[in-house]
């Protein structure tokens, strides 16, 4: 990703946060979300995604296609589903790139190139790569010293340990971005 790009990402779970957080943060111009959960769409926006969106919205498709006039730079799956790139290939600019960053469980993916442009860039990281885990943890580290971000952003409930069953029943809702268990 590069300063001014826009992009829409797929997922609003901690990862996905991430990257609307970061992304402003290196001077992203557009980042919108996509997410099924209307409590996490309102947390991306409350992080500085500029557009949400349910992912099967008609509004999604319009703003992407239609009112913005403009193909996007990236998608980012943050969530693991195959569908999502094979989605987003209209979506994208020729040469943008299709980000896939949640862990795809499948053994194999059908990706369907006709549906984007000539030339494109498929990026899949599902592990963390030393050199780049590296190169990263000086700029994050500095904006936790600057206090441009912090672990209370993603974290949305608090529960004592007696109360397992509670945290795990809000995970399951889709209420929790991250818990904290209190021992």
Not at 10 to 18: E, H, N, Q
Request: with cysteine.
């Amino acid at each position: 990703l590069q300063r001014h790009d826009h992009i829409l990402v797929f997922g609003a779970g901690p990862v996905g946060l991430s990257f609307v957080k970061f992304g402003k943060l290196l001077g992203l111009d557009y980042i919108a979300v996509a997410d099924p959960l209307e409590n996490k769409r309102q947390k991306a926006l409350a992080m500085g995604a500029d557009a949400v969106f349910a992912p099967d919205s008609p509004e999604l498709l319009a703003e992407l296609t239609e009112t913005r006039k403009r193909p996007l730079d990236a998608v980012i799956d943050a969530v693991g589903n195959p569908a999502i790139a094979n989605a987003a290939l209209p979506w994208i600019k020729l040469g943008g790139s299709i980000c896939i960053y949640g862990v795809i469980a499948d053994a194999a993916m059908t990706l369907e190139k006709g549906r984007g442009p000539y030339n494109f860039n498929l990026y899949m990281h599902q592990w963390p790569t030393r050199s780049r885990e590296k190169a990263a943890q000086e700029p994050l580290c500095q904006w936790i010293r600057e206090g441009k971000i912090s672990s209370a952003e993603y974290i949305t409930h608090d529960f004592p340990v007696e109360r397992v069953n509670d945290a795990l029943a809000a995970v399951g809702r889709g209420e929790v971005i991250k818990a904290v268990l209190r021992y």
